[in-house]
């Protein structure tokens, strides 16, 4: 009798750093079970050996800035039966999306000396901004606790449980005291996904950002206290465009605060 047939997994890159795919070969003995669960058909990252379509699920690296990478991500949604967008590129145009506050023109008159073979799109997107998208898994890079559940789930024909609610709640169940509140630190904890450990909280530092906006943020609320502490509005914009620039919730914030 012949063993099921895995399902096959592709990892695919576009605009980024690829510390999201790390994220994916860090999970190291975990990426064992996987290897032994899903057929790893294509990541360029980890191997050569390179299988041809359809795949079963794809995962998703990168924000879309150029003419011919918006071309090729349709090709990949066509192969693609299940297809999740991992971190903050993929899922808010990352921080390469800070060119789309300006004109991206400018920056490679400045920076090529033939600007003129520069092939490039006006602005950072994200992947949903140009293809149906089954999932979104935040992050700058993501957890790959959180990536190994999206995969799990998958297998298993479930939702991800993957946090929604704020940073917030993190910092208090860690004990950890509100940076906000004791030094009047900037710090968009109240405003984004859980999921990164409280790093920088730990080490009295405000949160950036790195896992985007949690569902309903009231981002105006947050800029609002910013201000009533004494920050200015160039500060205040600047909290926010960080690696989840492009996020609705955050570029509705900076530049409400533009001069």
């Not at 903050?88 to 090529?112: M, P």
């Not at 606790?145 to 449980?161: D, F, T």
Request: proline letters at 6%; one cysteine or more; aromatic letters at 8%.
């Amino acid at each position: 009798m012949r063993a099921p047939k895995k399902p096959k997994l592709a990892v695919w890159k576009f605009a980024s750093c690829d510390g999201c795919q790390l994220s994916l070969l860090d999970c190291e003995d975990e990426l064992l079970a996987v290897a032994g669960a899903i057929d790893i058909a294509y990541f360029p990252e980890a191997s050569r050996a390179m299988v041809k379509g359809p795949y079963d699920l794809s995962l998703v690296e990168g924000s879309i800035t150029t003419p011919h990478d918006a071309e090729r991500i349709h090709q990949i949604r066509r192969q693609s039966k299940f297809l999740v967008t991992i971190g903050a590129c993929a899922t808010s145009g990352g921080i390469q999306a800070l060119r789309n506050f300006k004109n991206v023109r400018e920056f490679t008159s400045l920076v090529y000396a033939s600007p003129e073979f520069i092939s490039t799109l006006d602005k950072s997107t994200p992947i949903s901004g140009h293809i149906k998208v089954d999932f979104e898994l935040h992050g700058c890079p993501i957890s790959k606790e959180q990536l190994l559940e999206v995969i799990s789930a998958y297998l298993n024909g479930r939702k991800p449980n993957t946090p929604s609610h704020a940073l917030c709640i993190e910092c208090k169940r860690a004990g950890i005291v509100c940076v906000m509140v004791a030094h009047g630190t900037p710090c968009l904890g109240p405003v984004t996904h859980a999921g990164c450990g409280v790093i920088c909280p730990q080490y009295d530092r405000g949160c950036y950002g790195c896992f985007g906006p949690k569902e309903t943020p009231n981002a105006h609320s947050l800029a609002a206290s910013l201000a009533g502490a004494g920050w200015s509005k160039d500060e205040i914009m600047r909290v926010f465009r960080t690696y989840n620039a492009e996020a609705p919730a955050f570029r509705k914030a900076s530049t409400s605060h533009e001069d």
